[in-house]
């Protein structure tokens, strides 16, 4: 098991409505990231924040916003929910200098009806 | 574009034997490939990782081979075990950038 935890486990909302997916980095990690990874498929990178500022996305639309706290526990904000956005958020915490490696939570899945 | 391209997409291997997952990627500022095993349900775990400054690296039963001039780099899985029935992704990043992974590859160990 990794330091790295995120709540809740599962969720299911409406088409339409917003999300927000919470994560705590591992000890010691200053560097959050998200991905998605859709039923069968490896996870696309979504953001980065490093202290507090994003650090880099993918290509996903602004409807995908976050938000990471000085204890660097991070959350994911989904609004106007799409019925493709149904899948594993996945929060990665990391040390952003140096030769570090990257761990990942337990997930969120999310189901959008 | 697929950055890193993941090969076989499934796999089955009888207990004890070899299991071997390839991966290609184009990006030549790329400077660490790690592997990543997740269980169903699961968030992927770190599994082994290398950086294009050695051409191999052994942990236990898992060894990473790294062919820098291919832009090729290889999962083995020495006497593969049950335990071992999961989905292993590659990746591929410039350190402390995002992750590029491959598509995933399914493995069974047959007992």
């Known amino acids: 098991e990794t330091g790295v935890t995120q709540s809740p486990t599962h969720l299911i909302k409406t088409r339409g409505q917003q999300v927000t997916l919470r994560c705590s980095s591992q000890s010691g990690h200053n560097t959050v990231s998200w991905y998605q990874q859709a039923l069968g498929q490896g996870p696309q990178f979504i953001f980065q924040?490093?202290?507090?500022?994003?650090?880099g996305r993918g290509n996903f639309p602004p409807r995908f916003s976050g938000l990471q706290f000085p204890n660097y526990s991070s959350e994911l904000n989904v609004n106007a929910l799409e019925l493709d956005d149904s899948a594993l958020y996945l929060c990665a915490s990391s040390l952003l200098q140096g030769q570090s490696e990257v761990y990942f939570g337990p997930g969120t899945r999310l189901t959008v009806t | 574009q697929q950055q890193v391209k993941q090969s076989p997409q499934s796999l089955i291997v009888q207990k004890g034997g070899i299991s071997i997952i390839n991966c290609a990627y184009e990006n030549t500022a790329f400077d660490y490939f790690p592997w990543y095993q997740q269980f169903p349900g699961k968030g992927p775990a770190l599994l082994i990782a290398i950086r294009p400054d050695v051409s191999e690296k052994k942990e236990g039963r898992f060894t990473i081979s790294f062919n820098k001039s291919a832009k090729q780099f290889s999962l083995h899985i020495m006497d593969s075990q049950p335990g071992d029935s999961a989905t292993y992704f590659c990746?591929?990043?410039?350190?402390?950038?995002?992750?590029?992974f491959g598509t995933g590859t399914s493995l069974t160990v047959i007992p």
């Open positions: 990746a591929a990043s410039e350190t402390g950038n995002q992750f590029y």
């Open positions: 924040y490093y202290r507090e500022e994003e650090n």
